[in-house]
Nanobody, 124 residues
Framework: QVHVVESGGGLVQAGASLRLSCAVS????????LSWFRQGVGKEREFVAA????????YYADFAGGRFTISRDNAKNTAFLQMNNLEFEDTGLYFC?????????????????WGKGTLVIVSS
C-alpha cells in the first residue's frame, strides 16, 4: 500500500519562504509523477505544481510560476515544494499526490495516491 505524507507547513508572515516535503512509501516512487495541490477555506482544491517521474519536466499554475519550485529526490522517495515570497492568498492546506504515470498530471481525478495535507498559513 502506498502512503503519502506531507510536512513542512506552518505559520509565516507574508514575504517569507517555506519548503514542503512529500514522502512516499510502499510503492515505486521513481515511476510516479508527483503533483502539489492546495485548498483554501471555502475554496475548491486547485493545482499548484507537478513534476515528471524522472524529474526532467515540471509544470506550474500561473500563480506559482516564479515563486514556487517543485523538485524530487528519487533516491530518498521524497518530493519538495519550495515556496518563496509567500502571499496571504497562498494560505491553505497543501496536498501532495502521486500518479502511476511518468508524465505531468494536473487534475485531481488523475491522481492515484493522496496525502492528508500540511497547513500553510500566511499572515498579512
Amino acid at each position: 500500500q502506498v502512503h503519502v505524507v506531507e510536512s513542512g507547513g506552518g505559520l509565516v508572515q507574508a514575504g517569507a519562504s517555506l519548503r514542503l516535503s512529500c514522502a512516499v512509501s510502499g510503492g515505486t516512487f521513481s515511476t510516479y509523477s508527483l503533483s502539489w495541490f492546495r485548498q483554501g477555506v471555502g475554496k475548491e482544491r486547485e493545482f499548484v505544481a507537478a513534476i515528471t517521474a524522472s524529474g526532467d519536466g515540471t509544470y506550474y499554475a500561473d500563480f506559482a510560476g516564479g515563486r514556487f519550485t517543485i523538485s524530487r529526490d528519487n533516491a530518498k522517495n521524497t518530493a519538495f515544494l519550495q515556496m518563496n515570497n509567500l502571499e496571504f492568498e497562498d494560505t491553505g492546506l497543501y496536498f501532495c499526490a502521486a500518479a502511476t504515470v511518468p508524465t505531468i498530471v494536473r487534475i485531481t481525478h488523475g491522481m492515484d495516491y493522496w496525502g492528508k495535507g500540511t497547513l500553510v498559513i500566511v499572515s498579512s
